[in-house]
């Protein structure tokens, strides 16, 4: 079978990631994680103050772009981690405080331009699954799998809410569904590469699907693409 390229994109917390890595172990394909890029420069950007409540100085994040080298290496058990200027960020860049920033950031275009080049050479040699927000559109346009991830908002929300409280965070489900229905608008709406499906995009609702199902379904489509 052919090694192909997926495209996994979506909405937040519709599992996008969960089962892009699932597929990209069973297929013993590269996986990354765009999503985790884009919060890596998040945290720079809080570390450096570029980026508060009340304030995000775009033009200084610009500027400091050169400063900020992001890397994936994995662990003695085969974990792979994000990496921020040689620190290991996995866990920093999961916290509620950046997600609520996360969104305003990936809205600049250079930090877009930065991110895309490097996925695009990551990604560049096939046998890859990404996902994110711009993967069938913009990142790799020519994958020959392209999906389009989503599921009702109280059951995403329900879902995050659930990882969120089993790392010990404390948040309300309320806070919660807020930040997701936000970040769902700033992602649709940017000018820079919006959230868009792909013309091409198949479409994976899992409001109803358990884990496995998912993955048989992609299971499934890749191997039929890999056939074409
Ligand atoms: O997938 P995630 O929730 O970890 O992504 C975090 C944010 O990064 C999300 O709100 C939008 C942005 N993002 C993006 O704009 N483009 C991508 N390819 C991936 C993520």
Redesign the pocket.
């Known amino acids: 079978m052919k090694k192909i390229s997926v495209a996994i994109?979506g909405h937040?917390?519709c599992g996008?990631?969960t089962l892009a890595k699932q597929i990209a172990k069973h297929f013993n394909y590269i996986y990354l994680?765009?999503?985790?890029?884009?919060?890596a420069v998040t945290l720079f950007a809080i570390n450096q103050n570029i980026i508060n409540k009340d304030d995000f100085d775009k033009d200084a994040l610009i500027e400091k772009l050169p400063e900020i080298n992001i890397e994936f290496k994995a662990d003695e058990n085969g974990k792979v981690n994000t990496y921020l200027n040689n620190q290991n960020v996995e866990e920093a860049i999961r916290t509620m405080r950046v997600?609520s920033f996360?969104?305003p950031?990936?809205t600049v275009k250079e930090v877009?331009e930065k991110?895309v080049e490097l996925?695009q050479k990551m990604g560049s040699k096939g046998g890859v699954v990404?996902?994110?927000?711009?993967?069938g559109t913009v990142?790799l346009p020519k994958a020959e799998l392209k999906v389009f991830m989503t599921a009702k908002d109280e059951i995403r929300a329900q879902r995050r809410f659930d990882e969120l409280k089993e790392k010990g965070i404390d948040d309300t489900f309320e806070n919660v569904l807020q930040n997701l229905k936000e970040?769902d608008y700033?992602?649709s709406t940017?000018e820079e590469?919006p959230?868009l499906k792909a013309e091409d995009a198949l479409v994976l609702d899992n409001s109803e699907l358990s884990r496995d199902e998912q993955l048989e379904i992609l299971k499934s489509w890749v191997e039929e693409r890999g056939k074409l």
């Open positions: 994109d937040s917390s996008k990631s994680d765009t999503g985790a890029m884009y919060r997600s996360v969104s950031i990936a877009r991110m996925q990404m996902d994110g927000r711009d993967i990142v970040r700033i992602d940017r590469s959230l």
